[in-house]
């Protein structure tokens, strides 16, 4: 049957996230894998990966805040907003209140996502187009910075770490603290230490990766009310059949008798209906 589960990936400086996941594979000798957000390949940090039929539940899991610990490094513009780009400007770096300016970015706004990102334009990605010298319009994005905090300040250096949205970039981040100075800045050092509900601490190592790495899939899926079902009902969920289970509206998850994950299923008017079963 293969190996189903979510696993808390500790990625590596130097890899892309692509890279990553194929190491994967090799390891565990499944094909389906799929990460809950990537990570550039600068950056290092928690990667978390849906394995086999887990890849399946990826369309029920929440878009979850993330967590990084970022360095600036101002006075210097690059192409890729980080420092592996190509130098644009350099500029001397002014005087400043660094935890002042970064309380300048707390709350909603909008942020233009770089053209070195996975984004599609017009069915191509844009680091594509980036790579082959275009560059094209790109449309503003809501994002939330949550919290931002200042580590240290070592001129030209900052090291904050942040607490944000989904799709936030934190290289555009960088760059754009670097303009509010105006002296221009690119993100040299990046590390995620949370994604939802994985965690740094519990994350595994490249090296580390084994079937017993992985976690089950009701991790991922906390935010969803558990229904235990008895041996009839698992049965007939397993055929896709829904159930005369009383639960709140919405999306639940069903377990068997043991706590395993059977299904995601809705319900509605006093019925739950399969949604995503697991072959397990």
Known sequence: MGVTGFLNLLKPPGLTSAQAVNIVRRRLGEKRIGHLGTLDPLAAGVLPLAVGQATR??????????????????????????????????????????????????????????????????????????????????????????????????????????????????????????????????????????????????????????PSALTDANLALGHLLPLTLDGAQAVDVGHGRALEVPAPPGLVRLLDGEGRLLAVARSEGGRVHPQCVLNL
């Open 57 to 210: 539940l990826i369309p029920y899991l929440p878009e979850h805040d993330k967590v990084y610990i970022a360095e600036a490094w101002f006075g210097l513009v690059t192409d890729t907003q980080d420092s592996s780009g190509r130098v644009l400007t350099e500029a001397p770096v002014p005087e400043a209140d660094p935890a002042a300016l970064l309380q300048t970015f707390l709350g909603d706004q909008m942020q233009v996502p770089p053209m070195a990102s996975a984004l599609h334009h017009e069915g191509k990605r844009l680091y594509d187009l980036f790579r082959a010298g275009q560059e094209v319009e790109r449309p503003a994005r809501p994002i939330r910075i949550e919290r931002i905090e200042l580590k240290r300040w070592q001129r030209p250096r900052l090291l904050f770490k942040v607490w944000c949205s989904p799709g936030t970039y934190v290289r555009t981040l960088c760059h754009d603290l670097g303009q509010k100075l105006g002296c221009g800045a690119c993100m040299s050092f990046l590390l995620r230490t949370r994604s939802g509900a994985f965690e740094i601490e519990d994350a595994v190592a490249l090296e580390e990766v084994g």
